[in-house]
C-alpha cells in the first residue's frame, strides 16, 4: 500500500518563504513503497500532489535527485507526473537492519528554481531466507547436565526485519531435547536447547539435530543447521563478558590494521571448561569483511576501509564459548566517525547554451549544484567564480547557484567563455574542486556592413569591353554566419535619363562591378552609382557607399574637317590676289577631335601642293598662307592636299583638298572650266570641250555675266588678307568644343560663304574680312537687312553667271 503525507513542517516552510517573496517553495512529499519494485512501477502522481502543471514540466526541466547515493533510484515522468522506479530498490543493502528506511530525494524545477523533498519510506518484503553462521552447530553437553539445563544456539540471520526476519525455530523431535525460543531486546529471535531427558554419555557419546529458523513472512521461508552434541562431562559455569553493550568510535581515514575494540569474557570453570574462544555471533557479510576477530585476544581489527558517507555505524554480535561448549553474547556498536575527506562535488543542473549577446543584466544562464558528503562544518561549501568574467554566483535555495550575467555582452568581442566555479568547503584543511563551464555568445544582427573606403572611384577607358570589370568594392560585418554574409547590389538611379543597371552591373557576393556596355568618353564622361552592402541578417542591416567611374578618353576620332567642308561633288574654290605679298593669309583649315586631351592635339601639313614652294600651313593653326609673292608666273589655279593629324597614339590623320585660284577679277572665272581634278579628269575633260563649243555661240551673254559680275563687286568688297576670316555657325557641328592652342578653329576666325557659282565641279569662295577690333571674341557677326538683302541678290546673280558659264552642269 501507497500512502501520503504532507509535512506540516514543510507547508510551514512554504507560507514563511512566499511571503518573504522567495523565487521558490517547499513542499515535502512522503510516500511507502515496497522495496524490489519492478522499474517503471509508479509511486505516486507528483504533479497532481504537489498541483503542478504536467505540461510545464518539461520546460522547467523537472527532475529528482537522490541524496547520499550516486544512484537514482526514482525518476520522474515528464509526460504524465509519476514518481516511478528507476532502479533496483534493496532495502536491506541500503539501510541493512534499521527499522526505518527511508530514501531522501529532491524534486527540482528550473524557471523559476523550485525545491520540493521526497520521502521514500522502503517497506521490507519476505525476499531473504534465514541463514545460519554455520553448517553446522557443535555442542559438547557434560553427562552431568541436569534436566531443563540450557544450551544456546547459533541465531539464524534474516537480513529482513519486522515480521519478515526470524520469528520461530522448529527442533527435529528427539528423545533429550526441546526448543526454547526467546526474544532479544534488540526483537531478534534466539533459540535455547533444553535438556528434557539426562544425557548419558555410555549410552550415546553424540546427538544429531536438525534446528529449522522460520520467518513471518508470506510466504514463509526458512533455514536449517545441524546440531552435532558431544556429550562431555559436566560443565556448569559460562563465559560472562565483561560489558553487556561494546560502543566505540572509528574515523573513517583509520588505517589498516587498526584495532577498534577488545572484548572480554571470563569463565569461573578451570581447564579446558575454563578456556574461553570468541567468533561473531550474528554478522552481515558487509561486517566480516571489514573487521576481524582474534579468537583468542577477542580483538576485533579493520581489514577494510570504511566510509563516513557510506555507512555511520555497524553492529554486530561476539559470542563467547568455553571449551565445554557453552556460550554468551554480548553487542558491538562502531561509530564511525567523519573526516574531511570529500572535495565538494559540482554538478550543472541547467545551463542556457548558447545565450544571445544581447540579453539584459542580471540574466540567469544556469543553476549550479554543489554537494559534499561529508558532514556538519565539512559540508559548508563556499562557491566562487575566480576570473574576470562577465558573470557571479548568486546564492538560492540550499546547495544551490545561480549564474547570472553582469555585464552586456558583445560576441563580436568575446564569443566563448570558459567560466571556472571553485567550490571550498569550511573543513580542517579545507578541500575544493573546480569545474569549469564553456559558454557560448550568439550572434544577433547589430552590426551593419562597413565598407572599406569612404567612396570608390574607378577609371575605365573608353570602348571596353563589356562585362569587364570596373572595380570592386568591399564591405565586412563583423557578426556571424547569416548576419554576416553580405549581398551587394546597385541602386536604382539614372545617368542622362538612362537606368545605371544598362551601365553597370555587380556580382552579389564579391562586390566586382562589371561594365554592362561599352562606354564613349565622348557621350559622358562620368556618372556616379550608389552600391548598397546589404547582409542576410533578421531584420537586415545594410550601408551605401558612392561609386565614380570616370571615363578616359582614348584616340578612337579621326580629325573631322569643318572647312573647306565638301558639298557632294562640288568643290569649294577660293580666289587669291595676284598682288599677294608673303606672309599674307590666303585660306585656312579647320578641324577639329572630338576626342579630348593630347588626343585632340592637331597638326597640320601640306602633303601635296600644284607649286610646292609658293603656300605653307600653320603646323597647329592651319593657316594657308603665301611662302613668297605672288608673280604672274605662277599657275592660275592651285590645289593643295592638306593633313590634319591628332597626337594620339596611335596617331589618326584626316585629308582634304584646298583649291585656290589666283585671280584678280572675276573675268578670269571662265577659266575654271579648264580646273582639272585628278579624280575626274575623264568627266572634266568632257566638259571642257562642250565649254569651248559653247564659247563662239554665248559670247555675248558671257558679257553681260561680267557686268553682272562686276555689279555685284560693287555691292561687296572682295578678299581682304590682312582681317579675319568668318566660317557660319553651321560648319560646327554639335557639342564640340574648342580647344585652345590643339590645332581645332580658334575664335579669332570665323568663315562665311558669300559665293557659289552653282557648278558641280567648282565653287567659288569669297573671302570677307572683319577687323578684330570691332568684333570681339564670342560675338557673332551680325548683318542689316539690306547686306542681308544684297547679299541674296548675289548669290542668285552669281547662280545665273554659273549657269551661263557651264550650261551642261
Not at 178 to 189: C, Q
Not at 333 to 356: G, H, K, Y
Not at 486 to 500: A, E, K
Not at 583 to 605: E, R, T
Request: net charge negative; charged share 20%.
Amino acid at each position: 500500500m501507497i500512502d501520503k503525507r504532507f509535512s506540516v513542517n514543510s507547508l510551514t516552510c512554504c507560507w514563511l518563504l512566499f511571503i518573504l517573496y522567495l523565487p521558490a517553495c517547499f513542499g515535502d512529499l512522503s510516500y511507502s513503497v515496497p522495496e524490489e519494485m519492478k522499474r517503471e512501477s509508479v509511486i505516486g502522481n507528483i504533479a497532481k500532489d504537489l498541483g503542478l502543471d504536467i505540461k510545464h514540466l518539461s520546460s522547467r526541466k523537472a527532475r529528482v535527485d537522490t541524496k547520499g547515493s550516486r544512484r537514482r533510484y526514482c525518476d520522474i515522468n515528464l509526460n504524465s507526473g509519476d514518481l516511478i522506479v528507476s532502479e533496483r530498490i534493496d532495502r536491506e543493502a541500503l539501510c541493512g537492519q534499521k527499522a526505518s528506511c527511508v530514501l531522501n530525494s529532491d524534486l527540482v524545477l528550473a524557471n523559476p528554481l523550485e525545491l520540493h523533498r521526497i520521502s521514500l519510506h522502503i517497506q521490507d518484503i519476505n525476499d531473504n531466507s534465514p541463514v545460519f553462521g554455520n553448517d553446522i552447530i557443535t555442542l559438547e553437553i557434560g553427562e552431568s547436565a541436569s534436566k531443563g539445563a540450557r544450551f544456546l544456539l547459533d541465531e539464524a540471520h534474516d537480513a529482513d526485519i519486522g515480521q519478515n526476519a526470524v520469528q520461530s525455530y522448529t527442533l527435529q523431535r528427539n528423545n533429550h531435547f526441546v526448543l526454547a525460543v526467546h526474544t532479544n531486546p534488540d526483537g531478534g529471535k534466539y533459540s535455547e536447547l533444553v535438556l528434557e531427558k539426562e544425557l548419558d554419555r555410555e549410552e550415546q557419546q553424540a546427538v544429531t539435530l536438525l534446528l529449522t529458523a522460520a520467518d513471518g513472512g508470506t510466504p514463509q521461508k526458512t533455514g536449517t543447521v545441524v546440531i552435532h552434541i558431544t556429550v562431555l562431562d559436566a560443565n556448569d559455569n559460562i563465559p560472562v563478558f565483561s560489558q553487556a553493550v561494546y560502543k566505540v568510535s572509528l574515523p573513517e581515514n583509520a588505517p589498516l590494521g587498526t584495532i577498534v575494540v577488545t572484548v572480554s569474557a571470563t569463565d569461573a570453570d578451570e581447564g579446558a571448561n575454563g578456556e574461553v574462544t570468541y567468533a561473531f555471533g550474528r554478522a552481515s557479510d558487509e561486517v566480516n569483511k571489514l573487521f576481524s576477530l582474534d579468537r583468542k585476544k577477542g580483538e576485533i581489527t579493520l581489514n577494510g576501509l570504511v566510509d563516513f558517507e557510506e555507512e555511520t555505524n555497524y553492529e554486530m554480535r561476539v559470542q563467547a564459548k568455553d571449551g565445554a561448549g557453552l556460550a554468551s553474547h554480548t553487542k558491538v556498536i562502531i561509530e564511525i566517525t567523519d573526516v574531511n575527506d570529500n572535495a565538494p562535488e559540482i554538478f550543472i543542473e541547467s545551463l542556457r547554451n548558447p545565450i544571445s549577446e544581447n540579453v539584459q543584466l542580471g540574466t540567469e544562464v544556469g543553476i549550479i549544484n554543489v554537494q559534499d558528503k561529508d558532514s556538519q562544518g565539512n559540508r559548508q561549501v563556499r562557491c566562487s567564480i575566480q576570473q574576470n568574467v562577465p558573470f557571479k554566483l548568486l546564492p538560492s535555495i540550499k546547495d544551490y547557484f545561480s549564474l547570472v550575467t553582469t555585464e552586456e555582452l558583445d560576441r563580436e568581442i568575446v564569443s566563448d567563455y570558459n567560466i571556472t566555479i571553485t567550490a571550498s568547503d569550511e573543513g580542517t584543511p579545507s578541500l575544493s574542486s573546480t569545474k569549469t563551464v564553456q559558454l557560448s555568445v550568439s550572434d544577433v544582427n547589430d552590426n551593419p556592413p562597413a565598407f572599406d573606403e569612404q567612396s570608390y572611384n574607378a577609371y575605365v577607358t573608353e570602348n571596353n569591353k563589356p562585362g569587364s570589370s570596373v572595380v570592386s568594392v568591399k564591405a565586412k560585418d563583423p557578426d556571424w554566419r547569416q548576419n554576416g554574409t553580405i549581398f551587394y547590389s546597385i541602386l536604382s538611379g539614372d545617368v542622362s535619363g538612362v537606368p545605371v543597371s544598362s551601365f553597370l552591373s555587380i556580382n552579389g557576393d564579391t562586390g566586382v562591378i562589371h561594365a554592362v556596355r561599352s562606354f564613349d568618353y565622348e557621350q559622358f564622361r562620368s556618372f556616379k552609382a550608389q552600391v548598397v552592402a546589404r547582409d542576410n541578417g533578421s531584420p537586415p542591416l545594410s550601408s551605401n557607399v558612392t561609386v565614380s567611374v570616370f571615363i578616359t578618353d582614348e584616340n578612337d576620332n579621326s580629325p573631322q574637317i569643318l572647312y573647306p567642308a565638301p558639298l557632294g561633288n562640288s568643290m569649294m574654290t577660293e580666289m587669291v590676289p595676284k598682288a599677294a605679298h608673303a606672309g599674307s593669309l590666303v585660306s585656312k583649315v579647320i578641324s577639329v577631335d572630338a576626342d579630348s586631351g593630347q588626343n585632340a592635339w592637331l597638326s597640320y601639313q601640306i602633303l601635296k601642293s600644284t607649286d610646292p614652294g609658293l603656300f605653307t600651313i600653320g603646323l597647329h593653326s592651319g593657316e594657308i598662307r603665301a611662302q613668297r609673292d605672288i608673280s604672274e608666273s605662277d599657275t592660275m589655279k592651285q590645289n593643295l592636299i592638306v593633313s590634319v593629324a591628332d597626337n594620339g597614339r596611335p596617331s589618326l590623320s584626316t585629308t582634304c583638298t584646298v583649291y585656290l585660284l589666283v585671280s584678280d577679277n572675276l573675268a578670269e572665272v571662265p577659266e575654271l572650266k579648264d580646273m582639272n581634278y585628278e579624280e575626274d579628269k575623264s568627266k572634266l575633260t568632257s566638259y571642257l570641250i562642250i565649254a569651248l563649243v559653247s564659247v563662239s555661240t554665248f559670247f555675248l551673254t558671257f558679257i553681260i555675266l561680267i557686268v553682272s559680275v562686276m555689279f555685284c563687286r560693287r555691292r561687296k568688297p572682295r578678299l581682304l588678307f590682312d582681317g579675319a576670316v568668318a566660317i557660319p555657325s553651321a560648319y560646327f557641328p554639335p557639342n564640340y568644343a574648342d580647344v585652345e592652342g590643339a590645332g581645332t578653329l580658334r575664335s579669332s576666325y570665323n568663315y562665311d560663304t558669300y559665293l557659289t557659282t552653282g557648278s558641280r565641279t567648282s565653287d567659288f569662295k569669297f573671302l570677307s574680312s572683319y577687323n578684330d577690333a570691332t568684333i570681339s571674341s564670342g560675338q557673332t557677326l551680325k548683318r542689316s537687312p539690306n547686306e542681308t538683302k544684297a547679299e541674296t541678290d548675289f548669290i542668285e546673280a552669281e547662280s545665273t553667271c554659273a549657269t551661263l558659264v557651264n550650261p551642261f552642269s
